[in-house]
């Protein structure tokens, strides 16, 4: 398994505080000022190549995320 760098280890934190989450909801985590949402996404698209989260659709929204690793 790939080892996370420090801003990946940050976002896999608040999922694995959250459980499920979409993009939007881990964004509204962070205090002022708040990371882009293209931030963000780009840290949970590396998460979910590196395996460590997984995705289910979620509408018209994109998707839900939730952690593979506990």
């Given at each position: 398994?790939?080892?996370?760098?420090?801003?990946?280890e940050?976002?896999?934190?608040?999922?694995?505080?959250?459980g499920?989450?979409?993009?939007?909801?881990?964004?509204?985590?962070?205090?002022?000022?708040?990371?882009?949402?293209?931030?963000?996404?780009?840290?949970v698209?590396?998460?979910?190549?590196k395996?460590?989260?997984?995705?289910?659709?979620?509408?018209?929204?994109?998707?839900?995320?939730?952690?593979?690793?506990?």
């Amino acid at each position: 398994m790939e080892q996370l760098t420090k801003r990946e280890e940050e976002v896999m934190n608040k999922f694995w505080e959250k459980g499920e989450a979409t993009v939007k909801e881990i964004i509204a985590t962070y205090p002022e000022p708040r990371p882009s949402r293209t931030a963000i996404s780009t840290f949970v698209k590396f998460l979910v190549d590196k395996g460590f989260l997984g995705h289910k659709p979620a509408g018209n929204n994109g998707f839900i995320y939730y952690p593979l690793i506990q």
